[in-house]
């Protein structure tokens, strides 16, 4: 049996529909249980914080975890030393809504009012990814075929069934990022509602392959 392999690519531009913001929350701590102990306590005060914004508690999600041991370099005459200081909590968190920059605004402004000072970053995603990758897989073998069909026009055979159809399943990433990382300054006007924000996300661009192996004759 004679066959063609051929590697078509799709490219779809998908509109932002989902705002998410990632969160970073960290504590120095002289002993082990206590910095698992306060990691828990200030998540769950983030958690507080959200849901006075409507969101539920289990909207929040953490990305990683982890506590490690902290050293500091000390001198001695003209030898460098370590010593132990401490363990480090950092636990990195998640939590993402219908795009809303009235609602953004608000969310924006109870962090950086937060006495906990966490770190955040801003992104726009899409709500139901699956669409989008099916979208993206079928524009890939419509041009798996339309370059087949041009190879063997032009080397006058026909090209007949599908034999076998070859998708990585790499993870694709629907992700836009406006700003790497937004640090809120704590000067905010007391009396002021939240932050005026008026952000467009630009669409996002995604692209895979597929290598599909037809039957020639």
Not at 5 to 31: A, F, M, N
Request: charged share 30%.
């Amino acid at each position: 049996m004679r066959t063609i392999q051929v590697t078509g690519k799709g490219q779809l531009r998908v509109r932002p529909d989902q705002t998410r913001i990632t969160l970073s929350l960290e504590g120095l701590y002289p002993e082990y249980g206590e910095a698992l102990r306060r990691s828990a306590e200030d998540t769950e005060r983030i958690k507080d914080l959200l849901m006075e914004l409507g969101f539920a508690r289990t909207d929040l999600k953490t990305l990683n975890f982890n506590v490690d041991t902290e050293y500091e370099s000390y001198q001695v005459k003209n030898t460098y030393k370590q010593r132990f200081v401490g363990y480090k909590y950092h636990h990195q968190m998640k939590v993402e809504f219908d795009s809303d920059n009235a609602r953004l605004g608000k969310v924006l402004y109870a962090l950086a009012k937060c006495p906990l000072q966490p770190e955040f970053r801003l992104s726009y995603t899409v709500k139901d990814p699956e669409v989008a990758k099916n979208q993206l897989l079928g524009k890939a073998v419509a041009d798996a075929r339309a370059k087949a069909q041009v190879l063997t026009q032009a080397a006058g055979v026909t090209l007949k069934d599908i034999q076998s159809i070859d998708y990585s399943w790499d993870r694709i990433d629907f992700e836009i990022q406006p700003m790497n990382r937004m640090l809120m300054a704590k000067e905010c006007a007391d009396e002021a509602a939240g932050f005026d924000i008026d952000i467009d996300p630009d669409d996002i661009d995604v692209s895979d392959t597929v290598t599909v192996l037809w039957e020639i004759g």
